[in-house]
């Protein structure tokens, strides 16, 4: 989930606190590890993660497309697949879906197996895309196009997915609003109601869409800072969405927030716990059991300093 931050400092587009019940993860677990080294190669740019079975997690790389897993249980994560291998220089939004690692590139999806291997690819025939974060329903998977305001769809097949075609165009919806003031980023899905979830880290908005209708309506977000709730990578359990924050952060506090829907996702209330300790441009997160895995992007401070890192958190619910 590539920040709206890293656009603006690149030319194309702009903490003080202590986190709330953010002890380190070995007071609940003491046998796993409360950080996990994703990688020593200098300018990784580690961005997007995911959860899989085993304990297993992937973490992939903004500026290689390399993608790297690792074991809840060990603190270091190894190679899984290298981006030049697939053709692809950025692995962004990652999810392990029907017995598949999805890993989104600029231009389409990667999918590949448990051991590694690439089973398909998937690219958006027109245009110039530049795809960031996805979610599944029960019939197809949707993927934010940040560069563009659309989200994409292609049905789910046995092995894998169909073409991805334009699905929703924030600016069709909104045409006030320009294409780039929009940059839309996570996504997330729910079963009962089928829904989604969709951040524009640009207008600092969630978006409720409707698959079975298309329809979209903007979430009011109570107690959010200034009205602004526009997060980088998300993750909804039951009703409660835990997102990070790092573009226009409540008085800078990059970190991990959390808001209370009601079952039709069309309001919700922040909550006050916050987590942030020790975390370094975090851009999104991983439910894992009782535990928050947040990625450390040190995209503030491009490339960064090698070892890059995930933090692991207790889950304050």
Known sequence: MLTRRTLITGGLGAATAVALGAEPAQARSPRLPDEYVISGAPAFQPEGITGGPGGRFWVGSLTTGDVVVGDRRLRTMRPFAAGAAAGRDRALGLSWHR?????TRPDGLDLYDLRGRLVQQVQVPDGTPSLNDLAFTREAVYVTDDANAVVHRAPLRAAGCGELRPWFVATDWHPEFQTGWWFLNGIV????????????????????????TGSAAFVDVEGAADGFFGPDGMRLSGRRLAAVLNYRAPAGRQGVYFVDLNRELTAGRQLPQVLDAGLDSPTTLELDRDRILVVNSQLDHAPGTPPYTVTAFPDPR
């Open 99 to 103: 017995g598949r690692l999805w890993v």
């Open 189 to 212: 899905s729910t079963r009962d109601p089928e829904l989604l979830l969709v951040s524009s880290q640009g207008l600092g908005s969630l978006i409720r869409l409707d698959p079975a």
